[in-house]
């Protein structure tokens, strides 16, 4: 993807944010978080980001994020990084998946294997989960926003394949992110 390479001799480079990004670094990134942490390019809510003009950005990634926002939210955040993107822009986004979480308390009966997904670790206010996701829901959101081309992508396939995340997450071996990657048009 355009998009995940560097820019060639003479071209700026591609302009990659990570929002919401808490400690996880990725090399080549902006780094944003609400939090004021270490390695963070801008401590600012994600859903305004007024430091980047329209049409500006060419990948936004976000990693168990959206669902930190409240049902009635959602759309706040995704319409910000939609204004910023690019025409042909990404937005790669990865939420809990609400049906492999099910599945696997269906398979177990153990609820203790699912709550931090369903429910965030609560161990401060901004990491509790306000809304849960689902492949036709989180896919409505995106084109409700905007985006078009919305798609699953395979973590292994991105510039941030060998940054450790949740969009790794497995559970009893069934991979419990839904990581979605949709197009500015």
């Not at 790669?92 to 049906?99: E, G, M, N, S, Y």
């Not at 979480?101 to 269906?106: G, I, L």
């Not at 509790?128 to 409700?144: S, V």
Request: glycine share 8%.
């Amino acid at each position: 993807m355009a998009t995940d390479s560097p820019g060639s001799a003479g071209q700026t480079p591609p302009l990659a944010l990570h929002v919401g990004c808490g400690e996880r670094h990725v090399p080549g990134f902006v780094h944003i978080d609400i939090r004021p942490l270490p390695r963070l390019d801008y401590v600012h809510p994600i859903d305004d980001l007024p430091m980047f003009a329209d049409d500006s950005v060419d990948l936004i990634y976000n990693c168990h994020v959206l669902e930190h926002f409240g049902r009635q939210e959602t759309q706040r955040p995704l319409r910000e990084w939609f204004r910023i993107l690019k025409p042909g822009g990404v937005l790669r986004t990865a939420v809990p998946d609400l049906a492999a979480c099910f599945e696997v308390y269906r398979e177990t009966g153990d609820l203790n294997l699912i709550h931090g997904l369903l429910y965030g670790r609560q161990d401060y206010f901004e990491n509790t989960h306000f809304i849960g996701f689902d492949w036709a829901y989180l896919k409505g959101q995106l084109e409700q926003a905007g985006f078009a081309a919305v798609r699953r992508y395979d973590y292994r396939e991105t510039v941030h394949k060998d940054h450790d995340d949740y969009s790794q997450a497995y559970l009893l071996g069934r991979l419990v992110s839904l990581n979605v990657e949709a197009t500015k048009p």
